[in-house]
């Protein structure tokens, strides 16, 4: 990532810490939300090909 970070996040859930960095892109061509929406709905795509093996 080119730009610094606008913001830090530590978040404990559990047993596991999550750090999350975000920033702000004038050049983006999806937002967070469309972009993690994607991730979930891949993974869980390769998960259900996994299982009909």
């Known amino acids: ?23 702000v892109s004038g050049c983006a061509k999806e937002t967070a939300y469309e972009k993690v929406k994607k991730l979930i709905l891949n993974d869980t795509e390769s998960y259900q090909n996994i299982r009909a093996s």
């Open 1 to 23: 990532m080119d730009t610094q970070p606008v913001a830090i996040v530590e978040k404990t859930i559990g047993d596991t810490t999550y750090i999350v960095e975000y920033a």
